[in-house]
């Protein structure tokens, strides 16, 4: 299940920072340990993820292992957990003791109120990869309304 919680960087924060770079700032707010990990490809022009998914690693408090997390904006979050999910190196960074969640940062509040960066964190655990390798590919009929 998602957690969402709410994370007032509004004078902290430059306007148009990343999605990783709030993610590090709420860890380093929390007191935990992270390091970005994806890197940029001149070459390629691209962003490249450890593992094809993972942004940054986070040692917190919990002592459950390595945390992985792939930063996204609020719009992505959808796109990103089937990227991640399709990704098979992430069933084997979850086989070890690790843990895997998306972060997803969009402003929400009230109506007429000022809009607070959001995080919603949604954990992926290795059940959850199983099942899906289990169920038949069912998409040629969500996508004819069936």
């Excluded at 094809?52 to 979050?77: F, K, N, R, Y």
């Excluded at 003791?97 to 000022?114: D, N």
């Excluded at 607070?116 to 954990?123: A, D, I, K, M, N």
Aim: charge should be positive.
């Amino acid at each position: 299940m998602p957690i969402t919680e709410p994370h007032d960087n509004y004078q902290e924060q430059p306007a148009m920072s990343s999605p990783t770079q709030r993610s590090l700032q709420y860890c380093r707010k929390n007191g935990w340990t992270a390091g970005v990990v994806e890197k940029w490809n001149q070459w390629a022009k691209i962003r490249q993820d450890l593992f094809g998914c993972i942004d940054m690693i986070v040692i917190d408090d919990l002592e459950q292992g390595p945390l992985a997390v792939q930063a996204t904006s609020g719009s992505g979050h959808a796109a990103r957990r089937k990227k991640s999910i399709a990704e098979p190196r992430l069933k084997l960074w979850l086989e070890s003791p690790a843990r895997f969640e998306i972060w997803s940062w969009s402003q929400r509040g009230p109506k007429g109120k000022r809009k607070l960066w959001t995080l919603r964190r949604e954990p992926i655990i290795l059940a959850q990869l199983e099942d899906l390798q289990r169920l038949p590919d069912q998409s040629s009929e969500t996508e004819q309304g069936v």
